[in-house]
């Protein structure tokens, strides 16, 4: 049976109680050719995360642009996997939850270690962690604590990076790099740019992949996510 364009947009306004629904739920061979949007909340921690336009999983769009918006930052394990649970089903979904689980990182190193193995293949989580150690240390020349929010729409360095939610992470396809079969990874990379004000570059790479038999996309390499970004000019 054939849904409505306008009872599809209908139900993607409805808020989503508990862990049920994905938020970015898409299969390929579905999605409309208009942006969709989907959200989800969960009533404890009053989190809502969604999606706004279209990545195909399969076929290489050069074109497609996409965004995630989101109210809050994940404050712990939890909360984060709540945010997995909505968004991760997406190659962009799963770009967005790697700037959440910095920024968790940043707060508990537990919750943000456990995070990160969570939402990357081990070894993107091994060169990952080594390299938020350096950035959210103690040397003052080269630390960039807030570096997750450098990769928010609206942050510069003029403005110490700060912005009111709800957040956006607006991301497009790498329109100069096919999608790409791993046989390593058992999946089809997914080549996706960041729009960042925090780099001299403003689009930030980042390589997702869904592996045979996962729930869930994960980053396979984001070396430009992690390297130093521009001092805050602001307190942050």
């Known amino acids: 049976m054939k849904i409505s364009k ?5 139900l993607a306004t409805i808020f989503i109680v508990g862990a049920t629904n994905t938020a ?22 009053n989190l809502e995360a969604a999606c706004k336009g279209d990545i195909d999983h399969s076929t290489w769009n050069p074109d497609a642009t996409t965004s995630v918006e989101f109210n809050a930052f994940p404050k712990n394990i939890d909360e984060w996997k709540q945010m997995q649970e909505a968004l991760g089903n997406e190659p962009q979904g799963a770009a967005a939850l790697q700037v959440m689980a910095f920024e968790l990182y940043r707060n508990n190193r537990t919750d943000g270690e456990e995070a990160l193995r969570m939402n990357n293949t081990q070894t993107n989580y091994n060169s990952t962690v080594e390299r938020l150690r350096e950035i959210m240390g103690k040397d003052q020349f080269y630390a960039r604590p807030y570096i997750a929010w450098t990769m928010l729409d609206g942050a510069t360095p003029e403005n110490g990076y700060t ?6 992470i607006k991301m497009k396809v790498d329109p100069n790099k096919k999608y790409q079969e791993s046989q390593m990874l058992h999946g089809t990379v997914i080549y996706l740019l960041i729009d960042s004000k925090g780099w001299d570059t403003n689009w930030r790479g980042v390589e997702v992949v869904k592996p045979e038999g996962s729930k869930y996309f994960v980053v396979s390499n984001c070396p430009a996510m992690y390297t130093q970004c521009k001092e805050a000019k602001a307190s942050k």
């Open 6 to 10: 306008a009872i599809i947009m209908a």
């Open 24 to 45: 970015c739920n898409q299969t390929t061979k579905e999605k409309d050719s208009e942006s969709q949007l989907s959200s989800k909340v969960d009533e404890n921690t």
């Open 163 to 168: 912005v009111e939610p709800p957040y956006s």
